[in-house]
């Protein structure tokens, strides 16, 4: 997918992500997760890391040198990213207390995976 597909993409899940509330822990993870995903993948396609045909979709599909090569121009993000994943099973396929502050965890880590995406540059 284009960089600019990936960044759409990102954005309308965010203004979803800004309807939720505290309730919807599971939503907002889930939102969390995909948009960051969508972050990375526009990321790395302006850093002229990857090609439009290849995107990151968890970060537990990549290979140790996936990790060192994307790792380059996103680790920052793709470390975010993991933890998101990491909060996954226990807060929307499990039933442990502390959801809402996973949901807002979540939230911190999806801006700061934005942030960094937005300012992105090809790397030379």
Do not use: C
Not at 16 to 31: N, Q, R
Not at 102 to 121: D, S
């Amino acid at each position: 997918m284009e960089a600019a597909k990936h960044r759409e993409s990102a954005e309308r899940i965010g203004r979803t992500m800004a309807k939720l509330g505290a309730a919807d822990h599971e939503m907002v993870i889930e939102g969390a997760m995909l948009a960051a995903t969508q972050w990375i993948n526009y990321a790395l396609h302006q850093a002229r890391v990857t090609p439009p045909k290849e995107d990151v979709q968890h970060t537990y599909f990549l290979t140790g040198n996936q990790w060192r090569r994307y790792g380059v121009a996103v680790e920052d993000m793709l470390r975010a990213l993991d933890e998101i994943e990491n909060i996954r099973p226990m807060y929307v396929r499990g039933d442990v207390a502390g959801a809402d502050a996973a949901a807002a965890r979540a939230r911190a880590l999806l801006e700061q995976v934005r942030q960094q995406a937005l300012e992105a540059k090809p790397i030379r």
